[in-house]
Structure formats: structure tokens, C-alpha cells
């Protein structure tokens, strides 16, 4: 079964840090994008951030520039989203998404959800 997992979320306090895993099961990420999008209860879903896996290329969001980092390992074939300095709006449940390399410009650096695989999700709370 190909699918992504994602893990990571959880409750942080204002300024705190966490870091979110998106992992591929039933297949390898050398020849995806990766995305990861949020949606707050009663917000449209937001790209965050994107990585072409094969040459390292990324993208992200105004909204998270110079707070997170995505990564890729190759090794383990999990995607990371590395989340610093977060804020109140930053509360989320947050998503996976990956795309062949070849079509995916739409994705990566496009921000534009796009599959065809998606993960069920991570929430994301930051709150005193």
C-alpha cells in the first residue's frame, strides 16, 4: 500500500519548537516533491513549504520564511519539516504531499496541493 505518514505534531508553547516527519510507505521519495500544507479550523488550506527530493531544491510560504526548514532523508526515506520560533497562527493540522519530479511544478516550487499521495494529517497546537 503506498501511502505517507505523517507525526511530529503536538502542543508547544509560543516561541517553542517542533519537528513534523513525513514518511513514505511503499515507496521511495528520490523521484517525488514534497509538500507540506496546513488548514486551521474555518481557514482555507495554506502551502508551507516544498522540496524536490532528488536535487534538494525548496520553497516556502512567506508566512514561515527564516522559522522552518524542510529536509529530506534520503536514507530513510522520510521528509522533515523543522519548526522554529512558532506563533499562535501557526496552529494547524498539517499535511504531506508528494508528486513525481516531472509533473511537479505545480507542487514544488507552486505550493498548489497536488498528489497523488496525501497523508492524514498532524495537528499542530501552539498555545500558553
Known amino acids: 500500500q503506498l501511502q505517507l505518514v505523517e507525526s511530529g505534531g503536538g502542543l508547544v508553547q509560543p516561541g517553542g519548537s517542533l519537528r513534523l516527519s513525513c514518511t513514505a510507505v511503499?515507496?521511495?521519495?528520490?523521484?517525488?516533491?514534497i509538500g507540506w500544507f496546513r488548514q486551521a479550523p474555518g481557514q482555507e488550506r495554506e502551502g508551507v513549504s516544498c522540496?524536490?527530493?532528488?536535487?534538494?531544491?525548496?520553497n516556502y510560504a512567506d508566512s514561515v520564511k527564516g522559522r522552518f526548514t524542510i529536509s529530506a532523508d534520503n536514507a530513510h526515506n522520510i521528509v522533515y519539516l523543522e519548526m522554529t520560533s512558532l506563533k499562535p497562527e501557526d496552529t494547524a493540522d498539517y499535511y504531506c504531499?508528494?508528486?513525481?519530479?516531472?509533473?511537479?511544478?505545480?507542487?514544488?516550487?507552486?505550493?498548489?496541493?497536488?498528489?497523488?499521495?496525501w497523508g492524514q494529517g498532524t495537528q499542530v497546537t501552539v498555545s500558553s
Open positions: 504531499v508528494a508528486r513525481p519530479t516531472l509533473m511537479a511544478q505545480s507542487l514544488c516550487p507552486g505550493l498548489q496541493y497536488r498528489g497523488p499521495f
Open positions: 511503499g515507496f521511495t521519495l528520490d523521484n517525488y516533491a
Open positions: 522540496i524536490i527530493v532528488s536535487d534538494g531544491d525548496t
